[in-house]
């Protein structure tokens, strides 16, 4: 089992371009989370996918959009990128809904230059 | 509404000896809590997780932490550090979403404590 898997790994973009993220989940599990991690941060909740629809969403811009495809695969979306989106953005796979425990990517590191 | 105050942003142990990293929380629900650890660009691993049976929970590696209600809090502790421990560890707390539904989802860290352990 390959676990969570995110690509890229690193990235870096221009001010003002657009970056997508891309996540597939553990075996298994059909609901995937992204979250942003600030250097020196915990994790912020971006937002939340099942059956293809954004079930919760954290305090985060419009800028930021994400999809859920059929295989339960996820991407997120990054417009009119900022200096302060640079972080690690982490993608966390569960079982269903209902299910508390997330197993986590290992992250992609976007760099906004 | 839910949160987590993590009290120390760095512990620095012995190996050997004694680890104890402090986290109070607030939720508007019954919560989940759980302790995630990081190393260096790595992921985040889960270590333990209390969803309203035991108490006192076990984890991996030796590590365990004990729900106090009446303290809201969720300490994590392990007898002895070794030094494959030093990483970052946070605290996370979660419960239903959507006013009161059936739904989990958001997970809310704390800031994080980072572990040092000298030989």
């Known amino acids: 089992d390959a676990g969570v898997t995110q690509s890229p790994t690193h990235l870096i973009k221009t001010r003002g371009q657009q970056v997508t993220l891309r996540c597939s989940p553990k075996?298994?599990?059909?609901?995937v989370s992204w979250y942003q991690q600030a250097l020196g941060q915990g994790p912020q909740f971006i937002f939340q996918?099942?059956?293809?629809?954004?079930?919760q969403r954290g305090n985060f811009p419009d800028r930021f959009s994400g999809h859920q495809f059929p295989n339960y695969s996820s991407e997120l979306n990054v417009n009119a990128l900022l200096l302060g989106d640079s972080a690690l953005y982490l993608c966390?796979?569960?079982?269903?809904?209902?299910?508390?425990?997330?197993?986590f990517g290992q992250g992609t590191r976007l760099t906004v230059v | 509404a839910q949160s987590v105050t993590q009290l120390d942003s760095h512990v620095s142990v012995s190996e050997g000896t004694p680890v104890l990293l402090r986290c109070n929380y607030s939720?508007?629900?019954?919560?989940?809590l759980f302790w995630y650890v990081q190393h260096p660009n790595k992921g985040l691993q889960l270590l333990l997780k209390y969803t309203s049976a035991a108490t006192l929970v076990k984890g991996i590696n030796g590590f365990e932490a004990e729900f106090k209600k009446s303290e809201t809090s969720f300490h994590l502790t392990k007898p002895s550090a070794h030094m494959s421990d030093a990483a970052e560890y946070f605290c996370v707390v979660t419960g239903k979403g959507n006013a009161g539904g059936t739904s989990y989802g958001k997970l809310t860290f704390g800031q994080g404590t980072i572990l040092t352990v000298h030989p």
């Open positions: 966390a796979s569960s079982l269903d809904l209902d299910n508390t425990e997330a197993f």
């Open positions: 939720s508007s629900y019954s919560p989940s």
């Open positions: 075996s298994g599990h059909d609901t």
């Open positions: 996918y099942y059956e293809e629809e954004e079930r």
